[in-house]
Structure formats: C-alpha cells, structure tokens
C-alpha cells in the first residue's frame, strides 16, 4: 500500500503564485511515474503536468505551460508544482497521481491523494 499526501493548496489573487508538493510513502515499492492532475467543480478531472522517472522526462497540458513547473526530489519520493500567473481558471482541486511498480508482485499500480484545493480570485 502507498499513501499519496498532497500539500500547499490555498486562495492566492490572480498573477499570484503557489507551489504545491506531493509525497508516497510505503513499503517496497519504486516509482514509475508521478503527476498532477485537477477538476474544477462540474468538469472532469483533467491532466496537468507529470514525470517520469525512468528518463527524468517531464511534460505538461498546453493550459499550463510557460506558467507551471514540475519538479522532483527523487531521494524524497516528492514531487512539486510550481504555479505561477495564477489564472481564475485554474482554480480547482489539484491531485498527485502516482504509478508504482511493487517489489513484492512486480505489478504496476497507481495510487492518487485526496487532494488540495487552489483557489484563484479575480
């Protein structure tokens, strides 16, 4: 089992900034891959910017790029998301996906946290 916490959420005025942070944490595990994703109240939860950690590659949604940066602490199993020039639209619940592989079975899973909420005022 890995636990995905999620932390940083808040309310920041627009062209504000916020810096998000996402932790696994378990037993006997290695992580492939992990990612951000959002929903905004009656959408459907969309992708936002996630990395591998097989080739250290990192990619985004074209709704965040230039303004957003993801980045890794892979000793720490933490990734982060820098966000920058906040917009009123991207005000949503910000989740942390994670695809592990486990040590034990050597199946692949993917585990998500609860989430943390941005809020952008315009």
């Known amino acids: 089992q890995v636990e995905v916490v999620e932390s940083g959420g808040g309310l920041v005025q627009a062209g504000g900034s916020l810096k998000l942070s996402c932790v696994a944490s378990?037993?006997?595990?290695?992580?492939?891959?992990m990612g951000w994703y959002r929903q905004a109240p009656g959408k459907e939860r969309e992708f936002v910017a996630r990395?591998?950690?097989?080739?250290?590659?990192?990619y985004y949604s074209d709704a965040v790029k230039g303004r957003f940066t993801f980045s890794r602490d892979n000793a720490k199993n933490t990734v982060y998301l820098q966000m920058s020039s906040l917009k009123p639209e991207d005000t949503a619940t910000y989740y942390c996906?994670?695809?592990?592989?486990?040590?034990?079975?050597?199946?692949?899973?993917?585990?998500w946290g609860q989430g943390t909420q941005v809020t952008v005022s315009s």
């Open positions: 996906k994670v695809r592990i592989t486990s040590g034990v079975t050597l199946a692949t899973y993917v585990y």
């Open positions: 378990g037993r006997a595990f290695s992580i492939v891959e």
């Open positions: 990395g591998s950690r097989t080739d250290d590659s990192t």
